[in-house]
């Protein structure tokens, strides 16, 4: 219970030591998205580094404070075991699935903190014989419209519509 704890809190947690700065916030907002990492007072996309000029320009910011984010992130103990360990979580199927022959299924939750909804769309799509080749589960503390999409090795049935809206807590689905 401990993780799912700290995992509701951590944007708050950044945002109430960057208070006060919303351009240092767009910085951490940015970092936090790409899953970029702080380490050695320098930007990286997991093992290579990111230039600063590249960050602020991402971010509408000027390179000055990219570099104060950095150093404020750096020097917070608590700051820094978050950004030090942040990973980009690699190729995302998402947007090119389709060119793939892969079927998309979006889940719009009733509530993006709801419990099941994934296992209950999973185990629909596994009595249809398909296999689920990523999910992608959108943060509801950094997505204003968080959503569950499930990348399937095959186009989904469109009668899963209906049996995927009677799971409680699904407010919307599309399959394309």
């Known amino acids: 219970m401990q993780h799912i704890t700290y995992q509701i809190t951590l944007w708050n947690n950044i945002a109430k030591h960057l208070q006060g700065h919303p351009e240092r916030l767009a910085v951490a907002r940015l970092l936090v998205e790409t899953g970029l990492s702080i380490r050695n007072d320098r930007i990286y996309c997991n093992q290579i580094e990111i230039p600063t000029v590249r960050i602020a320009e991402a971010a509408g910011v000027d390179r000055r404070t990219v570099t104060k984010t950095i150093q404020t992130i750096s020097s917070n103990k608590e700051l820094n075991q978050i950004f030090e360990k942040m990973r980009s979580a690699g190729l995302s199927l998402r947007e090119i699935a389709r060119h793939l022959g892969f079927g998309v299924l979006e889940i719009t939750p009733q509530d993006p903190r ?33 959503k569950l999409t499930l990348i ?25």
Not at 153 to 170: A, S, W
């Open 152 to 176: 399937a090795e095959r186009e989904l049935p469109g009668d899963l519509i209906p049996r995927l809206l009677k799971v409680p807590g699904i407010a919307k689905v599309s399959i394309s």
């Open 114 to 146: 709801g419990v099941g909804i994934l296992a209950k769309a999973s185990t629909l799509i596994a009595e249809e014989g398909i296999s689920i080749r990523q999910a992608i589960v959108d943060d509801p503390e950094l997505c204003p419209e968080p």
